[in-house]
């Protein structure tokens, strides 16, 4: 007896993931990917008319586009799958025994949701009646107000992070990375870590939380805000940083507490 407990202690001292460490998180699964899918469904609603006005002319009316809640989460699950290759059933999902994956799927989740706001930033800045008139509501709002209430919801934190590039850092301050975010970002920015081994992030046991962070990319749609020419200002009044497609911009990061 005193032998395999001597065994367990070495084997959680050297495995910072393994099921000693796992198992708290591993039992919430079904509530935390469940109040993931709420959350990214509730904010989408609260800013169809209200806040944002996604789907809000100036005028009041609604605008003539497919911006409804379903239809934006729908076009989630396309980008999810294409993240994860993974079909997007919650019941299946919620069956998720293994904490890197459940944190790979709360996650993925909020990249696809910045994926999909951002390929329908036009849509969501035009007016039917007049023109431009820009909401706001981009890929870094979502993820912010989707974090806080994922937070409220289970008391799990997820937030956005970068290290920046030619000079300009987080836009935000509370975006700044921790020591293990630095880290880790450092390690997505290498030379030697190549998109598809980064894809599914890293995971770390540090103190009592479960740690996990996974890479963003820069698609297209994301070089009106961050491309170039670097230090122009952009129509959301942010400065460029001249980043090009497919260069890391940052990663999405979730702390989940183990007690």
Same mark, same amino acid.
């Given at each position: 007896?005193?032998?395999? $407990? @001597?065994?367990?202690?070495?084997?959680?001292?050297?495995?910072p993931?393994?099921?000693? #460490?796992?198992?708290?998180?591993? #039992?919430?699964?079904?509530? &935390?990917?469940?109040?993931?899918?709420? +959350?990214?469904?509730?904010?989408?609603?609260?800013?169809? +008319? #209200?806040? &944002?006005?996604?789907?809000?002319? /100036?005028?009041?009316? @609604?605008?003539?586009?497919?911006?409804?809640?379903?239809?934006?989460?729908?076009?989630?699950?396309?980008?999810?799958?294409?993240?994860? /290759?993974?079909d997007?059933d919650?019941?299946?999902?919620?069956?998720?025994?293994?904490?890197?994956?459940i944190?790979?799927?709360?996650? +993925?989740?909020?990249?696809?949701g910045?994926?999909? @706001?951002?390929?329908?930033?036009?849509?969501?800045?035009?007016?039917?009646?007049?023109?431009?008139?820009?909401?706001?509501?981009?890929?870094?709002?979502?993820?912010?107000?989707?974090?806080?209430?994922?937070?409220?919801?289970?008391?799990? $934190?997820i937030?956005?992070?970068?290290? %920046?590039?030619?000079?300009?850092?987080?836009?935000?301050? &509370?975006?700044?990375?921790?020591?293990?975010?630095?880290?880790?970002?450092?390690?997505?920015? +290498?030379k030697?870590?190549?998109?598809?081994?980064?894809?599914?992030?890293?995971?770390?046991?540090?103190?009592?939380?479960?740690? &996990?962070?996974?890479?963003?990319?820069?698609?297209?749609?994301?070089?009106?805000?961050?491309?170039?020419?670097?230090?122009?200002? /952009?129509v959301?009044?942010?400065?460029k940083?001249?980043?090009?497609?497919?260069?890391?911009?940052? %990663?999405? /990061?979730?702390v989940?507490?183990?007690?």
């Open positions: 007896m005193i032998k395999i $407990s @001597v065994l367990c202690v070495l084997i959680g001292m050297l495995c993931t393994n099921l000693f #460490a796992i198992n708290p998180v591993t #039992a919430n699964a079904p509530q &935390y990917i469940q109040a993931i899918n709420d +959350s990214i469904l509730e904010i989408l609603t609260e800013n169809q +008319s #209200a806040g &944002y006005k996604i789907n809000v002319n /100036s005028d009041g009316s @609604v605008k003539d586009n497919n911006l409804r809640p379903n239809a934006l989460f729908d076009a989630i699950k396309v980008e999810f799958k294409d993240i994860t /290759s993974w997007y919650l019941e299946e999902l919620k069956k998720t025994t293994l904490a890197k994956n944190t790979h799927i709360m996650v +993925s989740l909020v990249v696809a910045r994926r999909v @706001v951002a390929r329908h930033q036009d849509a969501i800045n035009k007016d039917d009646q007049q023109g431009f008139v820009p909401r706001k509501f981009i890929p870094a709002v979502f993820g912010r107000l989707t974090g806080e209430r994922l937070h409220e919801k289970v008391g799990v $934190s937030k956005q992070t970068t290290l %920046g590039k030619n000079g300009f850092k987080a836009r935000n301050e &509370y975006n700044h990375p921790d020591d293990f975010e630095h880290d880790t970002l450092s390690r997505f920015e +290498s030697g870590w190549q998109i598809g081994d980064a894809e599914r992030g890293v995971a770390k046991r540090i103190g009592d939380n479960f740690r &996990y962070v996974k890479p963003i990319y820069i698609q297209p749609a994301c070089l009106k805000c961050h491309g170039d020419p670097i230090g122009e200002t /952009s959301y009044g942010h400065k940083e001249g980043y090009k497609v497919g260069e890391v911009r940052g %990663g999405i /990061s979730i989940v507490p183990l007690n």
